[in-house]
């Protein structure tokens, strides 16, 4: 079993920045591929981006590519989104998800791939 809880979320102006956390406890966390998504109002959860089990590989979706970065500390089991530039497009509630994926190179980009979910964070970007 693995609980993530995100904070970091809050409003911020257009072309601002937020740095997204999660922390993980429960499994090792080293073992977990972790990955961000989001969901804004009226629309499906989309995938933001993934990081490996070893921190090694990332992979964004595109319309973030550029402003984004995912990191992970495993010592301090969390993972992080720093997210620069904002667009109000951006605004949405923010997941982090976990999926153990150790030794494996696959950075999932579906969500009905990962097992665990935090409850979210709120990014409200205004412009």
């Known amino acids: 079993q693995v609980q993530l809880v995100e904070s970091g979320g809050g409003l911020v102006q257009a072309g601002g920045s937020l740095r997204l956390s999660c922390a993980s406890s429960?499994?090792?966390?080293?073992?977990?591929?972790m990955g961000w998504f989001r969901q804004g109002p009226g629309k499906e959860r989309e995938f933001v981006a993934a990081?490996?089990?070893?921190?090694?590989?990332?992979y964004y979706t595109d319309s973030v590519k550029g402003r984004a970065a995912i990191s992970r500390d495993n010592t301090k089991n969390t993972v992080y989104l720093q997210m620069n530039s904002l667009k109000p497009e951006d605004t949405a509630v923010y997941y982090c998800?976990?999926?153990?994926?150790?030794?494996?190179?696959?950075?999932?980009?579906?969500?009905?791939?990962?097992?665990?979910w935090g409850q979210g964070t709120q990014v409200t970007v205004s412009s």
């Open positions: 998800a976990a999926q153990w994926l150790r030794g494996s190179l696959s950075l999932p980009r579906s969500p009905s791939t990962y097992k665990y």
């Open positions: 429960g499994d090792t966390f080293s073992s977990y591929a």
């Open positions: 990081i490996s089990w070893s921190g090694g590989m990332t």
